[in-house]
T-cell receptor, first 111, second 110 residues
Framework: EDQVTQSPEALRLQEGESSSLNCSYT??????LFWYRQDPGKGPEFLFT???AGEEKEKERLKATLTKKESFLHITAPKPEDSATYLC????????????FGKGTLLTVNP | ETGVTQTPRHLVMGMTNKKSLKCEQH?????MYWYKQSAKKPLELMFV???????ENNSVPSRFSPECPNSSHLFLHLHTLQPEDSALYLC?????????FGSGTQLSVL
């Protein structure tokens, strides 16, 4: 059974204080790893897809990296508007595109 | 405005009521999904439709009944729900792997 574990559950940063969020996964065959951002009262917003170990993707202050066992979401010099819950999910293949999600990391960036 | 629209945004219902959630996608995707998001739990996949055909039912109780009349519309019919069914119900669509979500319906069952 596919499993996704995110850590920490919650992270509080000062504005400008860089850090990383972790997503560890166990799947039979990774077909893609996804990062989403979710604001309160809204649905998840797609950020990145990573497909193979060593791959990196960037968007503004966010950079996602992937190894064979985990992914990191690095946040450089965060701003208060980066505050949100960040979700990690994996697609392990099969006939449908089914995502298995972690519980998420609640990020709070204080001004 | 997102490409996936859900109505209503909030719903309060009694255990004997019947209600329906609606989802419409404007992205031209061929797959649509229902997910359930409860507090302190990961998103749980409920149903998958590809080209209007149900291709996945993740052991969901029969009090939840999905309907997909075409590739752009998806409904979730609710009847005799339990208080533990209170959650955020999210609709998503995809053309391939990447799913795009609506804002969800926050459901409270009294």
């Amino acid at each position: 059974e596919d499993q996704v574990t995110q850590s920490p559950e919650a992270l509080r940063l000062q504005e400008g204080e860089s850090s990383s969020l972790n997503c560890s996964y166990t799947v039979s065959g990774l077909r893609g790893l996804f990062w989403y951002r979710q604001d309160p009262g809204k649905g998840p917003e797609f950020l990145f897809t990573l497909y193979s170990a060593g791959e990196e993707k960037e968007k503004e202050r966010l950079k996602a990296t992937l190894t064979k066992k985990e992914s990191f979401l690095h946040i450089t010099a965060p701003k208060p508007e980066d505050s949100a819950t960040y979700l990690c999910a994996v697609d392990s293949g099969g006939s449908n595109y089914k995502l298995t999600f972690g519980k998420g990391t609640l990020l709070t960036v204080n001004p | 405005e997102t490409g996936v629209t859900q109505t209503p945004r909030h719903l309060v219902m009694g255990m004997t009521n019947k209600k329906s959630l609606k989802c419409e996608q404007h992205l031209g995707h061929n797959a649509m999904y229902w997910y359930k998001q409860s507090a302190k739990k990961p998103l749980e996949l409920m149903f998958v439709y590809n080209f209007k055909e149900q291709t996945e039912n993740n052991s969901v109780p029969s009090r939840f009944s999905p309907e997909c009349p075409n590739s752009s519309h998806l409904f979730l019919h609710l009847h005799t729900l339990q208080p533990e069914d209170s959650a955020l119900y999210l609709c998503a669509s995809s053309q391939g792997q990447t799913a795009f979500f609506g804002s969800g319906t926050q459901l409270s069952v009294l």
